[in-house]
């Protein structure tokens, strides 16, 4: 008895592919004349796809070019130094306060339940090697796609990006890049080169 299982990940959807020749869970194996292929959830809902449909996924599945690190770092700075990240309308990007990675010095200003302080800005070279950490006024931890999501909330007045998404994976990928080579420290605290007194 001969059973393929192909699993894959196409624009953020999951697909499964099954095809047997004898039976699956004690059921006749389905043929590729008129019928379909037919995946049973646990949940007792089907996934119904025509065999020709199959076929083709399969054939562009092992014919497609693999995504690479690097193809996702180029998209990364892209976004890094893009000012409508997250369609915020502040007009400055990550990189304004940390171009190349580093940091331009001072302290942001922001608020939290109508206060309004000062955080210094750190460098990111070594910073990914630092997550997860607690952040934030509430210190609630955080990983550094969610750090990503409070900067572009909290300074670039935008909204978050889906953690999920391509975008999101590279502009991690990006601010990663700086901490090549450091070592793994999760929850050390932030670098700051110039503190600003007073400041978070």
């Known amino acids: 008895m001969k059973r393929y299982v192909i699993f894959m990940m196409l624009g953020g959807a999951s697909l499964l592919f099954v095809n047997g020749c004898s039976s699956m869970g004690g059921r006749p194996a389905m043929g590729a004349e008129g019928k379909h292929a037919q995946m049973k959830m646990d949940s007792g809902s089907s996934y119904l796809m025509p065999p020709g449909k199959v076929k083709m996924m399969m054939q562009m599945m092992m014919t497609m070019k693999p995504d690479t690190l690097e193809a996702g770092h180029k998209r990364g700075e892209k976004l890094f130094y893009s000012e ?109 080169p110039r503190p600003v007194p007073g400041a978070m």
């Open 84 to 192: 409508t990240l997250g369609d915020n309308k502040s007009r400055k990007s990550c990189g304004t306060c940390h171009e190349d990675g580093g940091t331009v010095g001072g302290a942001a200003e922001m608020k939290w339940k109508g206060m309004a302080m000062k955080v210094n800005i750190p460098t990111l070279k070594g910073a990914a090697a630092h997550f997860p950490k607690p952040m934030g006024p509430m210190k609630a931890l955080v990983d550094l796609a969610s750090m990503n999501n409070m900067c572009i909330m909290t300074f670039l007045k935008g909204s978050p990006i889906n953690k999920n998404s391509q975008e999101s994976i590279d502009l991690v990928a990006y601010v990663t890049s700086f901490s090549r080579g450091k070592r793994l420290e999760p929850g050390k605290e932030k670098i700051v």
